[in-house]
């Protein structure tokens, strides 16, 4: 068991576009459990024992759902945004953890073992290079809507562009971040602070802190995983494409 790596989950949003009255979206079930808790045994085949979870809104509908699993709670009261739920996440990992894996309650990648060498190998590529982040990027035929991956013609990532803010050139393509992050602790202390509010939005995204790294000439990289079964749960319709996808149905 690796006692330095921890694991932040963020399962505070709102999840509108489900119009879910009393529950949380990451506790509706996804096969035989509920999404959240699939995340979570994830977590725990890769030997993570450290694992924090950001709750927010309908927060006892997730705690509920993950009774007697040894977890650490965090309270984000207010819906900021995901660079603010993992400031709060931050705050309750471990002095020991020197870095921490971050994932959304909604990902089912993480849901399958058969996708634990992958995030092994995340994590290796991390710990070999000793980098400040290193993040899983994934190709989607039909990226529509997804931020994409922009590399310079070294391959060296330049920068995540989402959709509405990309070229016509950039929206051809197809490599793009599904949301699975490990970070230094190191970096994360340094520079979480330093995340600005969208000025369109008013919330602070993860994301930017990408953007930070790489005009600081820290250390960033990728794991290119291709043409993978992933998908992120934010409608109905989609939570049912998730299990055509993870079922083979």
Known sequence: MNKNLGAIILAAGKGKRMQLDSHNKVTLRFGEKTIILHIVHFLKDLDISNIVVVVGHHRQSVEDALLGEDIIFAEQKEQLGTGDALSFGLKELPTEITDVLVTYGDD????????????????????????????????FDNPIGLGRIVRGS???ILEIIEEKDATESQKKIKEINPGCFIFSIEFLKKYISKLKKSTVTGEYYLTNLIDLAIKDNEKVDTLAAGNITWRGINTKEELQEAERLYYGK
């Open 108 to 139: 089912i990648f993480l849901h399958s073992k058969k996708n634990v060498p992958t995030i092994n190998s995340l994590l290796k590529l991390h710990k070999d290079k000793g980098n400040a982040i290193t993040f899983l990027t994934v190709e």
């Open 154 to 156: 070294d391959g060296k």
